[in-house]
Every structure is written in C-alpha cells, then in structure tokens.
C-alpha cells in the first residue's frame, strides 16, 4: 500500500523537526570570530572585522557589521609592571585597573568603576573621552588578563556590560 500524501508530509515533518537541533549545534562555529592573542585566542559571538592590533598593548580591535567597535588582549601577569607573585587572581585584575585607570586620570579623562565581581575575577570600568565612554571589563584568565573593551553609541551601557561578561565567560 502506497502511503498517502498527507502521510508522507507528516514523516517530512518529523524529520525536519529531528534534524533542526543537529543543524543548529552543527553551526556554533560560524557564529564566531576567533583572534589569536599573545597567548590563547578569543573567541567572540558574532562577525567581526580586524581593524588593527596594537603592539604595545596586544589588543586587537574589531568592528561590526554595525559599527560597534570592541578590542580584546590576552597576556600574562607577570609581563606588567604592576604584578606581584603574591597576589590572588583578583587582586591582580585590581592592580591592572588602578594602573590603567590611573594613566587615563592623568590624561583628565573621567573615569570610573562600574561593578566588580571577585568571584568571577573581573572589574568592568569605563573612562570618557569628552566624545563617548569606552567601557573595559578587566578580567583573569589562569595567568593571564583578559582585555576587553567596547566602543559604541548604538549600545546601551546595560547592553555593553552584558556583552563585556558574556564575551568574558566564554573565554576564561
């Protein structure tokens, strides 16, 4: 007995609906840019552009489809100035804040920490350059720090911040 139309729609159905939650785990790695870092690289969400790696810094800056513009740095501890064999993960991360933060204070741009999280090892902190904030989140990673930053007017700070910890997450 051949089976009917409506049969073979429903077994069509059926598979597609099997199929779908392979197909969209199977597409995890298009969904990602990767940048090779001084030491690991750094996956982010999304597509990016390279714009530019600084030398002195390692941070890589990226840009969008929309114009968001963010940068990503991955380097040990022990290659700042700052660091101290001593410390504790997060007591590492605090000492490369209060050197960055300091060098923009310096420079008369506002700055300011906007939240801390010991647990999970990161400060986030923004400074303005009279044009717009440019928001970092600061984080440890083993050995290393974890850079990241975020440069947009089409964002929300809400949003910046959450992107910052997602994008922190995936790469610890």
């Given amino acids: 007995m051949k089976p009917s139309k409506n049969s073979q729609f429903l077994q069509l159905i059926i598979l597609l609906l099997m199929a779908l939650p392979y197909k969209a785990l199977c597409q995890e790695s298009n969904d990602f840019t990767t940048v090779k870092t001084a030491t690991e690289a750094v996956k982010i969400p999304g597509k990016w552009q390279i714009l530019n790696t600084t030398a002195d810094s390692g941070q890589t800056y990226l840009k969008n489809n929309d114009g968001v513009v963010i940068a990503v740095a991955r380097n040990l501890m022990k290659a700042y100035p700052f660091y101290k064999n001593t410390a504790t993960a997060f007591e590492q991360v605090s000492l490369f804040y209060q050197w960055d933060s300091d ?40 050995t290393e720090f974890l850079n990241l930053l975020i440069y947009t007017k089409l964002w929300e700070e809400k949003e910046k911040i959450a992107f910052l910890e997602n994008l922190f997450e995936l790469n610890q």
């Fill in 103 to 142: 060098y923009y204070k310096e420079q008369k741009f506002n700055v300011s920490k906007i939240k801390e999280n010991a647990t999970l090892g990161y400060i986030i902190w923004k400074y303005n350059d009279k044009k717009l904030d440019t928001i970092f989140l600061f984080g440890a990673s083993k």
